[in-house]
């Protein structure tokens, strides 16, 4: 079993462009979050997505938008990028319910110049 | 806001002493609480998963502790070894998957 995959590893963009990151959830699992973490920080909450539809959300600016595909696949999707944005993007997916462990993916490692 | 307080913030033992990592909440309502470990540059792997109706949960090493009415846990690493260095991460949840976490224990293991 792959567990959660993330593409691409790492990412360089410069302010104002925009970018979409992927992942892939680990197999028998149906809800992904994602989650932004600075440079010495925790992870912080961006959003959740269950049957395709966006459940939760995190205290960050509409310019983060996302999307779930039929095969329980996201993407993350920043618009207007940022300095702040440079981040390890973190994907995490796990089975409905709530009760089972996340399973986190390596991270995309975002730079914005 | 609900927040997580990780205590202390970083740690230098020697190889073979146990340790004991600090984690406080302030909400009370929490489902579970997890235990990560993250090293530099990569993603979180989950060591410990606990229900709030349990009071602690054991992996080899490694016991993590849960008390609900002060808003506590702790994870205990009997004899480190320099392999447990990393950062270790505690997170809780509501309900609905998600986490909050703290910002970590950096903790590196001397031989």
């Known amino acids: 079993d792959a567990g959660v995959t993330q593409s691409p590893t790492h990412l360089i963009k410069t302010r104002g462009q925009q970018v979409t990151l992927r992942c892939s959830p680990k197999s028998g699992h149906d809800t992904v979050s994602w989650y932004q973490q600075a440079l010495g920080q925790g992870p912080q909450f961006i959003f959740q997505y269950y049957e395709e539809e966006e459940r939760q959300r995190g205290n960050f600016p509409d310019r983060f938008s996302g999307h779930q595909f039929p095969n329980y696949s996201s993407e993350l999707n920043v618009n207007a990028l940022l300095l702040g944005d440079s981040a390890l993007y973190l994907c995490a997916s796990s089975p409905t319910g709530g009760s089972e462990k996340l399973l986190f993916g390596s991270g995309t490692q975002l730079s914005v110049l | 806001k609900q927040e997580v307080t990780q205590i202390p913030a970083a740690l230098s033992v020697p190889e073979g002493e146990n340790l004991v990592l600090n984690c406080s909440f302030t909400?009370?309502?929490?489902?579970?609480l997890q235990w990560f470990r993250q090293d530099p540059g990569k993603g979180l792997t989950s060591l410990l998963l606990?229900?709030?109706?349990?009071r602690e949960q054991t992996s080899g090493r490694l016991n993590a502790s849960l008390d609900k009415s002060s808003g506590r846990s702790t994870l205990y690493i009997a004899a480190s070894q320099p392999g447990d260095s990393a950062t270790y991460l505690c997170?809780?949840?509501?309900?609905?998957?998600?986490?909050?976490f703290g910002t970590g224990t950096q903790l590196k293991v001397e031989l």
């Open positions: 997170g809780y949840t509501g309900g609905g998957n998600k986490l909050t």
């Open positions: 606990i229900q709030s109706s349990q």
């Open positions: 909400d009370s309502a929490i489902y579970n």
